[in-house]
């Protein structure tokens, strides 16, 4: 009986010893974070093991990831895998699916995530201002050439091909105008300003004839004019010649005649005009998007992925 009681003592002493030293172990390899001082005199075992090496341990730990776990020969080897390209499509899609079906607008998200306000205007300013720096950017760029130099072969074709009808819509414009009654006064008040101050003679002929009957001679031959069809011809050669001017001048010429900043302004109104996109910045996700939904889908993520898998790879 006292021979099991003196095991059974002893069993109970080693397990305590074993656990204070066990668990002081461990505390000495973790505590204290820091090195702890009286005065100048370091406590020893302080800091603990792994605090005192933990630049080193993470150093290691750092090489053993990016020479073991992520080497380069084994992220190629994974993005090059198809059933893991078809999982990470399809998370993506499923995930855009469930985007492009919100009720929540694009201003909505970019305040919640973003922190962004007035979405609106500041996408107009942004898209203004890029713009704007892109234009300067190319006549900088672009400063001695010509404008002929500039322009690809088939958009000169292109507009030269209008000159013809612009030119009969310009005559056709000026016969219609001086035989409305707008063009009537305009042409008795030109006549009116011509022959004041031209001398007697022309008061004369004025007091005598009178306007009104200057007026029926002066109209119907203007009109005549801008119906001949050498009229057209003679438009024709006058936007030729501005054209060949404009062609001629240097891209700094016309820069410095160009106000960037409006043509940047026109051109965002007339995207938003002609693409609404601007407008559905407050517009629920779900009222416009479910219309790109199958090209977003099948065509741009997919493409998205390989762009950035091929990105990837090409780092590594």
Same mark, same amino acid.
Request: charged fraction near 25%; proline fraction near 4%.
């Given at each position: 009986?006292?021979?099991?009681?003196?095991?059974? =003592?002893?069993?109970?002493?080693?397990?305590?010893?074993?656990?204070? /030293?066990?668990?002081?172990?461990?505390?000495? @390899?973790?505590?204290?974070?820091?090195?702890?001082? =009286?005065?100048?005199?370091?406590?020893? #075992?302080? !800091?603990?093991?792994? !605090?005192?090496? +933990?630049?080193?341990?993470?150093?290691?730990?750092? +090489?053993?990831?990016?020479?073991?776990?992520? /080497?380069?020969?084994?992220?190629?080897?994974?993005?090059? $895998?198809?059933?893991?390209?078809?999982?990470?499509?399809?998370?993506?899609?499923?995930? %855009?699916?469930?985007?492009?079906?919100? $009720?929540?607008?694009?201003?909505? @998200?970019?305040?919640?995530?973003?922190? *962004? /306000?007035?979405?609106?205007?500041?996408?107009?300013?942004?898209?203004?201002?890029?713009?704007?720096?892109?234009?300067?950017?190319?006549?900088?760029?672009?400063? $001695?050439?010509?404008?002929?130099?500039?322009?690809?072969?088939?958009?000169?074709?292109? %507009?030269?091909?209008?000159?013809?009808?612009?030119?009969?819509?310009?005559?056709?414009?000026?016969?219609?105008? #001086?035989?409305?009654?707008?063009?009537?006064?305009?042409?008795?008040?030109?006549?009116?300003?011509?022959?004041?101050?031209?001398?007697?003679? #022309?008061?004369?002929?004025?007091?005598?004839?009178?306007?009104?009957? =200057?007026?029926?001679?002066?109209?119907?031959?203007?009109?005549?004019?801008? +119906?001949?069809?050498?009229?057209?011809?003679?438009?024709?050669? #006058?936007?030729?010649?501005?054209?060949?001017?404009?062609?001629?001048?240097?891209?700094?010429?016309?820069?410095?005649?160009?106000? /960037?900043?409006?043509?940047? +302004?026109?051109? *965002?109104? %007339?995207?938003?005009?002609?693409?609404? *996109?601007?407008?559905?910045?407050?517009?629920?996700?779900?009222?416009?998007?479910?219309?790109?939904?199958?090209?977003?889908?099948?065509?741009? =993520?997919?493409?998205?992925?390989?762009?950035?898998?091929?990105?990837?790879?090409?780092?590594?």
């Amino acid at each position: 009986m006292n021979a099991i009681l003196l095991i059974l =003592i002893m069993i109970a002493m080693g397990a305590i010893i074993g656990g204070a /030293t066990n668990s002081l172990a461990i505390k000495m @390899l973790f505590r204290p974070y820091q090195a702890v001082y =009286i005065k100048n005199w370091r406590v020893p #075992f302080t !800091p603990g093991l792994i !605090p005192k090496r +933990r630049k080193d341990m993470a150093e290691q730990m750092g +090489r053993m990831v990016v020479d073991h776990l992520l /080497t380069p020969e084994g992220m190629q080897e994974k993005f090059n $895998e198809r059933g893991f390209q078809k999982q990470v499509i399809q998370i993506l899609q499923r995930e %855009a699916k469930g985007w492009m079906h919100s $009720e929540r607008s694009v201003a909505d @998200l970019l305040k919640q995530y973003a922190g *962004v /306000t007035d979405a609106r205007g500041k996408m107009t300013a942004y898209s203004e201002e890029w713009i704007d720096k892109k234009l300067q950017m190319f006549i900088y760029h672009n400063q $001695e050439k010509s404008i002929d130099d500039m322009l690809p072969p088939e958009w000169k074709i292109s %507009a030269e091909s209008y000159f013809d009808s612009f030119a009969a819509r310009i005559a056709d414009k000026g016969a219609r105008y #001086f035989e409305s009654d707008a063009g009537r006064v305009q042409l008795e008040t030109l006549l009116e300003k011509f022959l004041q101050g031209k001398g007697s003679v #022309f008061n004369f002929l004025s007091s005598m004839f009178g306007n009104d009957k =200057i007026l029926d001679k002066l109209q119907p031959e203007l009109v005549r004019f801008f +119906r001949d069809p050498s009229s057209a011809m003679f438009f024709k050669g #006058f936007i030729i010649k501005e054209w060949e001017k404009l062609l001629d001048q240097p891209v700094w010429k016309a820069g410095a005649q160009l106000n /960037t900043k409006s043509v940047a +302004r026109y051109s *965002v109104k %007339a995207l938003n005009r002609e693409l609404t *996109v601007l407008d559905r910045l407050d517009m629920p996700i779900a009222e416009w998007a479910p219309s790109y939904e199958e090209h977003i889908i099948n065509k741009w =993520i997919p493409e998205l992925w390989i762009r950035c898998s091929r990105h990837c790879l090409q780092s590594c």
